[in-house]
């Protein structure tokens, strides 16, 4: 049972998703099969893809009647599909080695972001951070309670340098980007698709510099799709119809960023679209690399799957037990054919 992992964002996904669905047989509506897939965080340009699918009635056309619904986190997300709440989510492998630690039974059935979109960012003129020598000597934002700082400390082991030489500052997400265009503090973490808001935030004052830590060596699988076992051995066939979709969509994003901004707005009234298109391109150097090129979209390997749950057990605060690298995944559900970039 899921009793350990307790998620204070659970109590907003009930509000936000309404009466759970059951966990073992799929629900049916006028013909299609009802899934709930719940994002990572709150609907930003990010996402577009998941959008281009409802627009371009890919899940429709595998039978579904799908509706997505905001996150707050990977830890959010995990209650969320773990309560039975959202049927499938988009969890992060780091995320997820966690909540399997404390008792989550959810398996990833495909990977999008080929590359982690963990970055520090800072400005010129300010620290400058660049190069991971940088952060030895620095001051980094970060939100109390994320294991981040633990991926920090653990990439500057890999680079030879100090990590006792990196301070991390606790405060609120929604404050970080203002304390680090105020000159509050000289840096902070988060995901490299939140650079075009930082730009804009700090205007002319300054030049926004990051530091993506997968371009120097940093080699973890980050965000993709995935469900509760039970639910998964339920349900096969929706897993295989959701997963065919989803990467459908995720291709003519990558192709048709442009149309793909305007579909999601279509949904999401308030996005700007210059930022979309922006975050979309950041997102193609997460998830067009050569293994996609070759193997297809949502693809990964076992054996970076290890890499990536060796690299938690090695540096993060566990929880509980120490999960296989077997507990994070299932094999199977992508397309026979690939879809290729």
């Keep these: 049972m899921f009793k350990r992992f307790t998620i204070a964002c659970a109590a907003v996904a009930i509000l936000l998703i309404g009466a759970a669905t ?3 047989k799929a629900q049916t509506k006028k013909g299609l099969i009802d899934v709930i897939f719940s994002l990572d965080f709150i609907v930003l340009g990010r996402h577009a893809p998941w959008y281009v699918g409802l627009a371009k009635g890919y899940y429709k056309d595998e039978g579904l009647n799908v509706k997505i619904v905001p996150g707050r986190g990977t830890a959010q997300v995990i209650q969320a599909v773990e309560s039975g709440i959202a049927q499938i989510g988009f969890v992060d492998v780091p995320g997820l080695v966690l909540g399997r630690s404390a008792g989550s039974t959810i398996k990833m059935v495909a990977v999008n972001y080929q590359k982690t979109p963990y970055a520090i960012f800072s400005l010129d003129p300010g620290a400058s951070v660049t ?5 030895e000597g620095l001051t980094v934002g970060s939100s109390a309670g994320s294991f981040l700082p633990n991926i920090h400390r653990a990439f500057m082991v890999m680079h030879g340098l100090d990590p006792s030489k990196l301070k991390i500052v606790n405060m609120e997400p929604s404050a970080r980007i203002g304390m680090l265009v105020r000159g509050k503090v000289p840096a902070i973490d988060f995901y490299i698709m939140t650079h075009p ?7 002319k004052r300054a030049a926004v510099k990051s530091l993506l830590m997968s371009d120097h ?24 119809k959701f997963v065919r979709a989803a990467l459908r969509a995720w291709k003519f994003t990558m192709d048709n960023p442009a149309e793909a901004a305007d579909m999601q707005r279509k949904y999401v009234k308030g996005l700007n679209k210059q930022i979309t ?7 193609r150097n ?16 076992p054996a970076l799957m290890k890499k990536s749950r060796d690299f938690m057990v090695k540096h993060a605060k566990l929880p509980g037990s120490v999960p296989k690298a077997e507990d994070l995944y299932i094999t199977g559900f992508l397309p026979k054919i690939p879809i290729l970039p």
């Design 22 to 24: 059951s966990e073992s």
């Design 217 to 240: 060596g940093l080699q973890l699988y980050s965000n993709g799709i995935g469900a509760k076992e039970a639910y998964i051995k339920a349900n096969p066939e929706v897993m295989r």
């Design 131 to 135: 190069q991971p020598k940088d952060l």
């Design 286 to 301: 997460l998830v067009v690399t050569p293994d996609t090129r070759k193997n297809g979209y949502g693809w990964f390997s």
């Design 277 to 283: 298109l922006e975050e979309i391109e950041i997102l």
């Design 197 to 203: 808001g930082i730009k804009r935030a700090a205007g």
